[in-house]
């Protein structure tokens, strides 16, 4: 087998520097077009491979972002796996089962798809690792082996105990997602959307606009932190207007599309329907919708129904739900870009970022569009 060429044989051929070699591969800009393209020319002819465990240990970098996502699956939902090499196509009989519903995925597609995005636009690699029904222990174990291979850390509100995150902050650029262990808003690195304002916003725009004195509000998971945001900008629209919050009715909808459709029915059965069922995200305000709809009811003529995040579904449901728009893959994008400005800037006092939300009035509450 031929040896593989090395940096040297590059400087040789170029007729520069090893050094000069080593700055064209890690700022290209740094250096002569002419210079680069003769080091270019002679990578080519070479058939030179950089190594990029040795630039990295050269920059004390590994080019690596790390990404701590909670538990989005069940690790005993998963069965045996076989890796079969069949030339073969069967049919079967898919029925629809209604089980459990992982509650938070499609949100964190999104937000995952912002950090790649941004990752790539820098430069930089994602390592991705998700909790599948691991204990604390394992979860801990999990983290401190990432840690050890990347330049700085995401974590997803609710991915890892509070403790644990308290002892990473100060040890690697760690930046929060959606929220920050309680006393440490003001310490940590935090990116978030508006989803107090959001909703406040949102319950207002249904009392001014369309009378709404009657609420039932479907509220998701006691520990999201989003969830507590939007319940607190629910009862602040509420006592914007006169309403007290005291008064209004909550399901746990747990951000499940079969557990709001259930509690949509149960209300239904009992004639306990509102004039709003306010959703603390999408999937819960179309199980409601689903419901609704196999009674014979019609949204927004015999209810309204509003939802948050404005996952694309959200789009396309009939009627189309009036959600408040989270912007999630700029939120990963945010994340990633914050990391990096901490690896930057060691010094730097906290960063916080809040980022706005956007009401989206469609046919769920305002009927025909125009007609508002």
């Known amino acids: ?35 680069r393209e003769s080091i270019e020319a002679a990578i080519q002819l070479l058939g030179y491979v950089p190594s990029g465990s040795a630039r990295s240990l050269a920059a004390r970098r590994t080019g ?67 909790g599948l029904g691991r204990g604390e222990s394992d979860v801990n174990q999990l983290v401190h082996d990432m840690i050890g291979k990347v330049d700085g850390l995401i974590i997803l509100a609710r991915s890892v105990p509070d403790r644990l995150v308290e002892s990473l902050y100060s040890r690697i650029p760690l930046v929060m997602v959606a929220d920050a262990p309680i006393g440490g808003e003001n310490k940590m690195d935090l990116v978030r959307v508006s989803n107090r304002k ?24 006691d520990d999201s932190p989003d969830n507590h945001k939007r319940y607190v900008g629910f009862q602040e629209g509420l006592a914007a207007k006169g ?58 003529e015999d209810v309204i129904v509003t939802g948050f995040d404005g996952i694309e579904e959200s789009d396309t449901s009939h009627p189309r739900l009036t959600t408040v728009r989270q912007p999630m893959v700029n939120l990963g994008r945010a994340a990633v870009s914050t990391v990096v400005k901490r690896i930057e800037h060691p010094d730097d006092p906290p960063y916080s970022t809040e980022m706005p939300v956007h009401v989206l009035l469609r046919e769920s509450c305002e009927g025909p569009l125009g007609t508002v």
């Open 198 to 221: 959001g909703m406040k916003t949102l319950v207002e725009h249904l009392v001014d606009a369309h009378q709404v004195s009657r609420f039932i509000y479907m509220a998701g998971p």
């Open 64 to 130: 690596i972002i790390g990404l701590v996502l909670p538990n989005v699956d069940e690790l005993e939902t998963l069965g045996d796996f076989e890796l079969m090499n069949h030339d073969t196509a069967e049919i079967s009989v898919d029925r629809q089962v209604v089980g459990k519903s992982h509650r938070d995925s499609l949100y964190f597609d999104h937000v995952l798809r912002g950090c790649e995005l941004e990752s790539w636009s820098q430069g930089l690699s994602l390592m991705v690792s998700i």
């Open 1 to 35: 087998m031929a040896k593989k060429p090395t940096v040297y044989d590059v400087a040789e051929q170029a007729g520069v520097s090893i050094a000069t070699v080593s700055r064209a591969l890690r700022k290209p800009q740094s250096v002569r077009q002419t210079t």
């Open 243 to 300: 309403i007290s919050p005291e008064s209004i009715p909550i399901y746990r909808g747990k951000f499940s599309r079969p557990t709001a459709k259930n509690i949509t029915n149960d209300l239904i059965a009992r004639g306990d329907l509102p004039q709003a069922l306010v959703c603390a995200n999408d999937q819960m305000a179309l199980g409601a919708l689903d419901a609704l709809t196999q009674a014979g009811l019609h949204v927004p």
